[in-house]
């Protein structure tokens, strides 16, 4: 499974930012709807942290706590897409954004996933 992470930038204090994560590469018999999908984040000198999680049908979702609130994720299962929109953004939010999918289908984040995307750089500026 192939993820790519898109819209990443910069964004002053209090602002927002979309990211996407468009997936492929589907073994044969899985499709977009067989993973649930996830976003981590690492800021430098961090280790890799959860984000945020949805399941195949986008009806549970799990959040770190730091971003509740703030940050909602989806998808859309005929693009093939993930979402992850970030409100109210704050300079502690500043890191590579990675997205993420698992094998099982109610995964919420809670171990490591099967799938990592590349990362996309969000700079929050205070």
């Known amino acids: 499974v192939q993820l790519q992470a898109s819209g990443g930038g910069l964004v002053q204090a209090g602002g927002s930012l979309t990211l996407s994560c468009a997936a492929s590469?589907?073994?044969?018999?899985?499709?977009?709807?067989?993973?649930?999908m996830g976003w981590f984040r690492q800021a430098p000198g961090k280790e890799r942290e959860f984000v945020a999680a949805v399941i195949w049908s986008g009806v549970r979702k799990a959040y770190a706590d730091s971003v509740k609130g703030r940050f909602t994720i989806s998808r859309d299962n005929a693009k093939d897409t993930v979402f992850l929109q970030m409100n109210n953004l704050k300079p502690d939010d500043t890191a590579v954004y990675y997205c993420a999918a698992d094998q099982h289908p109610y995964w919420t984040g809670d171990s490591a996933p099967d799938y990592w995307g590349q990362g996309t750089q969000v700079t929050v500026s205070s």
């Open positions: 590469g589907f073994p044969s018999g899985f499709s977009f709807s067989s993973y649930a």
